[in-house]
DNA sequence: CACACAAGAGTTGTTGAACAATCTGGGGTT
DNA sequence: AACCCCAGATTGTTCAACAACTCTTGTGTG
């Protein structure tokens, strides 16, 4: 077993209430204020601070405080641009005798039994699981890393959206479509496939800015 | 002007000392001992550490200490794959009508006047920023960020290596032959070039392992 | 009334010290 | 040689204090 520690503790806290939309982007996180909640000190609550700093989660002005993330436009356009080129190169490149669709297909799953549910969030963390699985494919564990990054940062702009449902539910079909054209051993259609998704996941995306 | 901070500074001091070659990789940075010459106290240390890390400079093993970074093969071969994936993506999509070449020609200027005089160091630095140009090419600062990383850690592979010249000397030709070919407007052959000279380099590379 | 400016409160940046938790190395025992 | 235990050193964490900076407020001046 881990033992987490006090800072990574309040990285977790932190990134949860940030994903829960407990912390909407634009919040100022005040040092003094959140040691008591957190029951951490203000130092570890800094150190805390770096490490959501660097995934992005939070953003830092020097002397004025450290604030949650917000997206701008620009941003999210940037994500997707990024998200294109790691994504579709690597499902295209992926070995596909056999394919290695196992991760993929759970996060598909996962997706519809909560879209059944309706627990919309839920089919948003699947989604961003699945992307992940896809990125996995290439088999680089820093690429792994940043990918979830980019998630991450993503679901920033997920929690302030007004129609939860409109912004998740439609991909967990494509996804479906996509695994399957990926187990029939078709990785390039399948890449195709997942550019236009993404395309088109970014106009929705950016429609549900506040 | 700004005003780096105390924790900025020692930060910029370790990453110097880092790429100079002053820490050799694998040495270990006991806290208390480095308090004393970048006249910082022990949080603030820690801090700077904190970013390092968050850079892939530094590792962490808890209750043990830090250490400078040193990369394995493996790691090594992930980082070209990540390079092969970002570069020629950038270079083989960049904008030919006209031609955006001036950052690349004046890296590849900066790398022949540094191998004219002998300085393997700078023409080190001059290819990584040659390098730095072409993914900046794709007009993304989330790229540009990584691949800022990339190249930091990468040095920390040079800084070991018996024989810098030939890590970098034959490199620094191959830059000016595919900024002329982008120049002359095919990116695509380009791309091929640099993909060719990234799998060259890394043989080179692991080659001049310790 | 509009505006510049100074004082004040509040927050962040940094330091130093203290204590707990953990790792390291050596000595003794079997 | 293998094992156990202990002292020393280092890291992890917290606390308190002060300096540096920002923002707000209030005041005086034109």
Same mark, same amino acid.
């Given at each position: ?23 909407? %982007? ?13 029951? !951490?000190? $203000? ?15 939070? !953003? ?5 405080? *450290? ?14 641009? !990024?998200? *294109?080129? /790691? ?7 992926? %070995?596909?005798?056999?394919? $290695? ?6 996060? *598909? ?11 919309? $969030? ?27 990054? /980019?998630?991450?940062? /993503? ?48 106009? *929705? !995306? ?5």
């Amino acid at each position: 077993m881990e033992k987490p520690g006090s800072a990574a503790r309040a990285v977790e806290q932190l990134r949860n209430a940030m994903i829960n939309g407990e912390l909407a %982007p634009g919040t100022r996180l005040s040092e003094t204020s959140l040691t008591g909640p957190l029951g !951490v000190s $203000r130092n570890t609550l800094r150190e805390a601070f770096s490490t959501l700093i660097e995934e992005g989660l939070l !953003v830092r002005q020097p002397h004025r405080g *450290v604030f949650v993330a917000s997206l701008s436009p620009a941003q999210i356009a940037d994500i997707y641009r !990024v998200r *294109v080129l /790691l994504e579709c190169s690597a499902l295209s490149q992926a %070995p596909t005798d056999p394919p $290695r669709a196992a991760g993929l297909r759970t996060a *598909v799953d996962d997706a519809g039994r909560a879209a059944d549910a309706g627990d919309w $969030r839920a089919v948003g963390t699947a989604n961003m699981h699945f992307h992940e699985q896809i990125v996995a494919l290439a088999g680089s564990p820093r690429l792994d890393s940043w990918m979830r990054q /980019l998630t991450a940062e /993503l679901r920033l702009a997920f929690v302030t959206a007004p129609d939860p449902e409109a912004l998740h539910r439609p991909f967990v079909a494509m996804n479906d479509a996509i695994t399957s054209t990926y187990e029939a051993g078709d990785a390039h259609r399948a890449a195709d496939m997942l550019r236009d998704y993404l395309l088109t996941s970014e106009r *929705v !995306v950016l429609g549900n800015l506040p």
